[in-house]
């Protein structure tokens, strides 16, 4: 596949998300929200958008099956406040630039164990850095997994982020037990804030 040839689907890619977005809140978007990213089958999302039903409450994965599983279970929880949308989180951003985070959760997401796959890990520099860009101060950076040397991984390149800062807490504002918590009940958790 040539250069042009990428760049041209992912172009299609973030028209789609525009789209989407318009679709979902029209010219009243929202200033601010709560991003999960790499949501699954939304189990975490419609819990917690259902316990914070005045907060916007956003999910984005790559898998089609899983935004319509997800759109099912929040409206099972009558989570309204709850959307989704098939989306790579840096074409998210593309499509929607103005994108003001208050809340971000990456729960279990790939650890990519072996040594050779740890660059297609989420939590790199750049996307530290990238998610800063949509976040305000204070806002928080909610990561979970169940891998050990990927927790040590994260919380180093957060440590070393001057825009982050790890506070004590450990806690979701929700522990909604998701299809990885039933299956790996072992995890970490760490919470971080926007400087």
């Excluded at 789209?19 to 601010?32: I, R, T, V």
Aim: net charge positive; hydrophobic share 45%.
């Amino acid at each position: 596949m040539g250069i042009e040839v990428a760049i041209a689907r992912r172009k299609e890619r973030v028209g789609n998300i525009k789209a989407a977005w318009l679709e979902s809140f029209g010219q009243d978007a929202p200033s601010s929200f709560d991003l999960e990213i790499g949501c699954g089958k939304g189990h975490f999302l419609s819990a917690y958008a259902a316990a914070f039903p005045l907060r916007t409450c956003v999910g984005i994965d790559l898998i089609s099956e899983r935004i319509r599983d997800s759109e099912r279970r929040a409206r099972m929880r009558s989570a309204a406040n709850a959307h989704f949308f098939k989306a790579e989180a840096s074409e998210f951003f593309e499509a929607v630039p103005g994108a003001l985070l208050d809340r971000v959760f990456i729960l279990f997401p790939d650890p990519w164990p072996k040594k050779k796959h740890h660059r297609r890990r989420l939590m790199q520099k750049d996307f530290l850095d990238m998610l800063r860009a949509h976040c305000k101060s204070g806002s928080l950076m909610y990561f979970r997994t169940d891998h050990g040397e990927y927790f040590e991984w994260a919380r180093a390149l957060v440590e070393e982020n001057p825009a982050w800062k790890i506070g004590e807490a450990t806690d979701l504002p929700v522990d909604e037990v998701s299809q990885f918590q039933r299956i790996l009940p072992k995890f970490s958790t760490l919470v971080a804030e926007a400087i």
